[in-house]
């Protein structure tokens, strides 16, 4: 009898062999030991990994539930190392949490990390962290607990220190044709006609020129080295890296810069064709050695542009991907109190197919890039992007009059009016501002607000992500400017370490980390216990009657949600078209007809029609 492993091979072979094949100029000794390779990592693959993934492999919709709830943090803020975050799991527990996104911690030098995304050793973790076997025992207890674990798979490049790159630099033969080395600045300047900047103030240009005269790629900084997946070794590799970490009891492998991980003169250096075969053959080895794993694009594009990254239902990609665009809109209409931009952009989120799952988000460990669609509201408002973005950055950094956020620059650009914003949500929904000034009815406002950005988070198709600390409210770290190895990077304003002394006052009513933390707790009950939230349901926006308030509504058969959220710092009403008695979720009060529904100052409704035989 053939083994689990082959038969999936067996149902894989022909594609998979086509696409390498084609891609790799038929190297067929390229492919054999592609093929050697995971059949090696399959026979590493523990049995209770192979157990959940035969549960999984029998419920393929696991990961589509309306009762997964997601956080992020990284493990030494949250708890100093891994054995801590595992003995902190019965808090993950009690927050709702059953989807936890650890944040980079694999081995990287200090100071040339970019946040541990220069990573010099893929099976290794920062000593500061534990070992690998504590990852392990971290996977391995949170599988028990009934956490999927998610964590970064850096694709792109290298850290300079990594074994690879040490050995490129020396001129040995086999490595430098893993990285994209040049003896003169000609191809490099070719190149550069067509790739944009990254990071065009932090770091100019996409190659370095080291010590020796020798020049090689850095899209992102100069300590990381972009990897050349022309080459079959590196994909081969690299492919082997992902399914060991995978073989360490990850559930949700987060590919961070896929689209740029192949390279081609004349061209852009992004969303290749190339790039799609690729994490085409991703999708199939872990379908063959680890079905039980989820692929997680990190495609920082607008919902309609990054679908592709998904594939098609017969050969899919990624199984999920980020809603980074919804997330920067949100903010925007925070500030601009026009609901106008974001209803048209969950327009287009509400007609793709339902099998395209995103991930959502208020905030993350990176900065908010003022990535919206300038030209429409140049169309619609005669808006200037430039000015837009000085407005929006003054707004939620407390510059513009009467505005309450308290958040930082990163990347400023004077010379081009262009910067991108730090800080937690709390600070910027006003929290911060209120404790400074002890304003009680400011606090409410801005709790209130927070709490309504995180139902609109709800809300919306996809697996919620909570940013860690979130669920207290914690405010701004400013203490990183005092770090010498953080203060030339705003984002650590959002990176401090968990305020464990405020988490103690969650079950605390009267606070605001109470107020949260109970808020966010009553409205994953809801989400987990109402079917208009399922991934089935049709979604879709209407008018509210009012530029200040956006409805969304879900449908499931004869029930029906209609989701309100006033973007305005004042009292609004809103005209939706329906009748029938409806019931608010939240708070349980009931009302007949949508026809004049108040909300309050930068609050929400949830309103429930329910069939009548249920009412």
Same mark, same amino acid.
Request: contains cysteine; aromatic residues 12%; hydrophobic residues 35%.
């Given at each position: ?47 209770? +990994? ?8 029998? /419920?393929? !919709? $696991?990961? #589509? %539930? ?84 998610? +964590? ?8 300079? /220190?990594? !074994? $690879?790159? #040490? %050995? ?448």
């Amino acid at each position: 009898m053939r083994s689990a492993f082959e038969n999936r091979l067996a149902g894989h072979y022909d594609e998979l062999k086509w696409l390498y094949c084609e891609l790799y100029h038929n190297d067929e000794a390229a492919f054999a030991y592609f093929l050697d390779m995971l059949r090696s990592a399959w026979r590493a693959r523990k049995r209770a +990994l192979r157990d959940r993934d035969a549960r999984r492999e029998a /419920d393929p !919709d $696991w990961y #589509r %539930r309306r009762d997964l709830v997601g956080m992020m943090l990284y493990v030494k803020a949250f708890a100093g190392d891994l054995k801590g975050v595992e003995k902190k799991l019965p808090y993950l527990q009690e927050c709702g949490v059953n989807y936890l996104h650890l944040m980079p911690l694999l081995a990287s030098p200090r100071g040339r990390s970019d946040g541990g995304y220069a990573v010099s050793d893929f099976r290794s973790v920062q000593p500061e962290l534990g070992t690998m076997a504590d990852l392990e025992s971290l996977t391995g207890a949170c599988r028990r607990a009934g956490i999927s674990v998610c +964590l970064d798979f850096v694709m792109n490049h290298t850290s300079e /220190d990594h !074994d $690879w790159a #040490r %050995r490129a630099r020396a001129g040995e033969p086999g490595y430098r044709e893993r990285y994209f080395f040049y003896n003169s600045w000609d191809v490099p300047r070719e190149f550069e006609k067509t790739v944009p900047q990254v990071f065009p103030t932090t770091a100019p240009g996409s190659f370095t020129e080291l010590e020796d005269g020798q020049i090689v790629m850095t899209n992102f900084y100069p300590y990381q080295w972009d990897l050349n997946y022309a080459n079959p070794v590196v994909f081969n590799d690299m492919t082997e890296n992902l399914l060991y970490l995978a073989n360490r009891g990850i559930d949700v492998i987060r590919l961070d810069a896929i689209p740029y991980i192949w390279k081609e003169l004349g061209t852009p250096c992004r969303n290749l064709p190339q790039v799609h075969t690729l994490s085409r053959i991703l999708r199939m080895a872990v379908e063959i050695v680890c079905p039980g794993v989820l692929l997680l694009g990190e495609v920082v594009m607008e919902p309609a542009k990054v679908a592709p990254y998904f594939g098609t239902p017969g050969k899919p990609e990624c199984h999920m991907l980020y809603n980074v665009t919804t997330m920067a809109t949100t903010w925007h209409t925070l500030a601009a109190g026009n609901v106008s931009l974001l209803k048209r952009q969950m327009e287009t989120v509400c007609a793709l197919p339902k099998d395209f799952l995103f991930l959502n988000y208020l905030r993350c460990h990176d900065d908010i890039g003022w990535g919206l669609d300038y030209p429409w509201l140049a169309r619609n408002f005669g808006t200037d992007e430039v000015a837009h973005k000085k407005y929006l950055n003054d707004y939620f950094t407390g510059k513009w009059p009467g505005s309450a956020g308290r958040g930082e620059l990163y990347n400023n650009d004077p010379r081009l009016g262009d910067a991108r914003l730090c800080g937690t949500t709390a600070s910027l929904c006003g929290i911060e501002a209120a404790e400074a000034e002890n304003d009680p009815l400011r606090l409410e406002q801005a709790v209130s607000c927070d709490l309504t950005l995180h139902a609109w988070m709800f809300s919306q198709s996809g697996i919620p992500v909570i940013y860690g600390g979130d669920e207290v409210g914690q405010l701004n770290d400013w203490t990183y400017q005092d770090d010498p190895d953080k203060r030339e990077d705003s984002r650590y304003i959002h990176r401090g370490d968990f305020r464990w002394d405020e988490a103690e006052l969650r079950s605390d009513a009267g606070t605001r980390q109470g107020k949260l933390f109970q808020g966010l707790r009553r409205l994953e009950t809801l989400r987990a216990g109402e079917p208009c939230f399922d991934a089935g349901a049709d979604v879709w926006v209407e008018e509210s009657g009012n530029a200040h308030i956006l409805a969304l509504c879900r449908r499931l058969g004869e029930r029906e949600l209609v989701c309100l959220f006033n973007f305005s710092p004042e009292f609004a009403h809103a005209h939706v078209e329906r009748d029938g008695s409806y019931t608010e979720l939240m708070y349980g009060t009931r009302c007949e007809g949508l026809r004049d529904v108040e909300l309050w100052p930068n609050g929400f409704a949830w309103l429930l029609r329910q069939p009548e035989g249920e009412q």
